[in-house]
């Protein structure tokens, strides 16, 4: 089949995205129209249908996306040269509620997890090493390197530490995002057995932490204060974790309801391409997963910024708008408090990639939550509560928004790309390209090709594909991530360091 040339996206859009690169002089019909393309114009990149004078919206995706920086003709390539962001500081919200129906029936489809004491689910039987201050790192990671010598990993799925550099020195909302933070990772259902290993003299003192896990797992938690240890800590450690590990590995998969599953929705280096192909199909299955039970969550709120509203209006309740507006203004004004402006957001290798201001990028990334009403907002730390579509407070910077889904109790992260990327933080980060050519280049990155839907297959069908690759990486195949054992943790840190 013959690839479309170019893509109108929604009927009242004043723009049509190239889904592969069209020459100047190249003539399109758009709406019955005749347009000639002024410029060279690059796949994943606007051309302008429509004139518009200085200071008129643009629209994409039925939304303005900024303004005409100069009177524009059709057939104009639509940059960040000529195109300026509508955003500025914080705003005044009403709520609108949106109820739409999602009409997915239930499958009654199941995974293989681990079904832990307390009734939570894990996707993976792995053994950790929590440092609760980086003082320690040292340690953990000699700790973890020989238990994988002696073990072989043989019976668990992996051992890891997760490396960090604070849990002191830090002051008020720091410190208390760092003991969450690590608290949450400590709780994590895909760890069969944790130990948390500590200094002793720390702000984030071992004692207080062990409290602030709650109701626990005394024979799969174990803690270690190594300055409290005569001689060898790492001795001493290697006895815990033998321990622990003869625990974890009679640990069994089995089936468990679909309604279980937490998947967590991220995007980074998006590309044009991002809301036409990944975001909307991770859109899709974040219905379908909502739709049998289960669970997603949306964080990276400033990259919410120009589609605040259509999540706004989604709320099941006027409590929930209200904690979504704060939600958002309180992002806008840690932006405004450090003297940086609120729509400053694009990256380089999203405006080569076709993104031109943060809006574009906005109506893009909020695809990635399809239809579903929000059911529970959470603040930074925060673990879930409830079952449905979930809005997390997190910057959008990659790791540290990850990190904030997986601690808030995600199974998997989706991660939508269109330049690529092959992190991971501390549970399977599957990368979902938004085109072929990054699919193919990148495949030892890639975990599934959402660029399928503009070589001409049917959303349903790509669709169905990608719940059963979830599926069977929450049963246990590995994400690329997992197989190249990139895998690590960034917390938020807003104020100073001692």
């Known amino acids: 089949m013959k690839q479309q040339a170019f893509l109108k996206i929604n009927p009242a859009d004043s723009v049509v995205v190239c889904l592969q690169p069209i020459a100047k002089g190249t003539q399109i019909e758009v709406d019955g129209k005749s347009i000639i393309l002024l410029q060279d114009t690059p796949a994943g990149h606007k051309v302008l249908i429509e004139d518009k004078a200085e200071g008129e919206n643009i629209i994409k995706y039925g939304y303005p996306i900024g303004h005409a920086m100069t009177a524009l003709k059709a057939g104009e390539w639509v940059n960040e040269d000529n195109l300026k962001t509508n955003l500025s500081g914080k705003l005044e919200y009403t709520y609108n509620p949106v109820d739409e129906k999602l009409n997915i029936p239930c499958e009654n489809r199941t995974f293989k997890g681990y079904v832990r004491k307390n009734g939570d689910v894990g996707v993976r039987n792995e053994v950790w090493i929590v440092p609760t201050v980086g003082c320690v790192n040292g340690i953990a990671e000699k700790l973890a390197e020989k238990l994988r010598e002696e073990t072989k990993c043989e019976g668990i799925d992996a051992v890891y530490t997760w490396h960090h550099n604070y849990g002191c020195s830090q002051l008020s909302d720091d410190h208390e995002n760092t003991r969450k933070v690590l608290r949450d990772l400590v709780l994590h259902p895909n760890a069969g057995a944790v130990l948390v290993l500590s200094l002793g003299c720390e702000n984030n003192q071992p004692k207080d932490f062990m409290e602030m896990l709650g109701d626990y797992d005394k024979d799969r938690i174990k803690l270690l204060v190594t300055q409290d240890v005569d001689g060898d800590e790492v001795e001493a450690g290697m006895e815990i974790l033998r321990d622990l590990y003869k625990i974890a590995k009679e640990d069994k998969r089995e089936d468990v309801p679909v309604s279980k599953l937490r998947i967590g929705l991220k995007c980074g280096g998006s590309d ?43 709320c099941e309740t006027k409590e929930l708008f209200e904690d979504t507006v704060k939600l958002v203004n309180d992002f806008k004004e840690y932006f405004l408090s450090h003297g940086e402006p609120v729509g400053e957001n694009p990256s380089p290798g999203n405006k080569k990639g076709g993104i031109s201001t943060l809006e574009d990028k906005a109506l893009g990334c909020t695809q990635k939550c399809g239809r579903a009403p929000v059911s529970g907002v959470l603040g930074y730390g925060d673990r879930l509560q409830v079952n449905g579509l979930n809005l997390l407070s997190a910057p959008g910077n990659d790791l540290v928004a990850s990190t ?43 975990d599934f090709n959402a660029g399928q839907l503009i070589e001409g297959k049917d959303m349903l069908t790509v669709r169905n594909e990608f719940i059963d690759k979830v599926l069977a990486v929450a049963s246990g195949e590995p994400a690329r991530n997992e197989i190249n054992g990139y895998r690590e943790i960034s917390i938020f840190k807003n104020g100073v360091t001692l």
């Not at 379908?288 to 989604?314: C, D, H, K, Y």
Request: hydrophobic residues 45%; aromatic residues 8%; proline residues 6%.
């Open 272 to 314: 044009g391409f991002s809301g036409i192909t990944a975001n909307p199909l991770v859109g899709e299955l974040s219905d379908w997963l909502v739709a049998q039970g289960g669970t997603s969550i949306l964080t990276e709120v400033p990259e919410m910024f120009g589609a605040e509203t259509i999540l706004m209006n989604r």
């Open 404 to 446: 904030a889904l997986a601690s808030a109790g995600c199974h998997i992260v989706l991660f939508t790309t269109g330049r690529g990327t092959p992190f991971g933080t501390f549970v399977p980060t599957m990368k979902v390209a938004t085109n072929p050519t990054l699919a193919s280049r990148k495949s030892n990155w890639i």
